[in-house]
Nanobody, 123 residues
Framework: QVQLVESGGGLVQAGGSLRLSCVLV?????????MGWYRQAPGKQRELVAS???????NYADSVKGRFAISRDNSKNALYLQMNSLNAEDTAVYYC????????????????WGQGTQVTVSS
């Protein structure tokens, strides 16, 4: 069973930065699978923030392009999200997810999810 654990969330002022981490603590499929960061704000649907394929192809939501950077370290089974120039609209619970295959472009292509980490941006 795949288990993902996120960390790094917190409270930050607008314009600040945070770095989220996600570690695969059980399972051994990390390097073969696409990974993604999703977020869900109160009263809104969960949305893709960024994804990275097993080969390193990256996709960002338009709202975070130029501000966020996703990366992975397969040797550590770790996924990261560097978030810069944060604003109030970035406030949400952030989830990391592992895909079934090397590439994942839609939410139903992810099979395992972390518990989420809260990011709150004060204006």
């Amino acid at each position: 069973q795949v288990q993902l654990v996120e960390s790094g969330g917190g409270l930050v002022q607008a314009g600040g930065s945070l770095r989220l981490s996600c570690v695969l603590v059980s399972g051994n499929i990390f390097r073969f699978n696409a990974m993604g960061w999703y977020r869900q704000a109160p009263g809104k649907q969960r949305e893709l923030v960024a994804s990275i394929s097993s080969g390193g192809r990256i996709n960002y939501a338009d709202s975070v392009k130029g501000r966020f950077a996703i990366s992975r370290d397969n040797s550590k089974n770790a996924l990261y999200l560097q978030m810069n120039s944060l604003n109030a609209e970035d406030t949400a619970v952030y989830y990391c997810a592992a895909g079934f295959l090397a590439v994942a472009t839609t939410e139903d292509q992810y099979h395992s999810w972390g518990q989420g980490t809260q990011v709150t941006v004060s204006s």
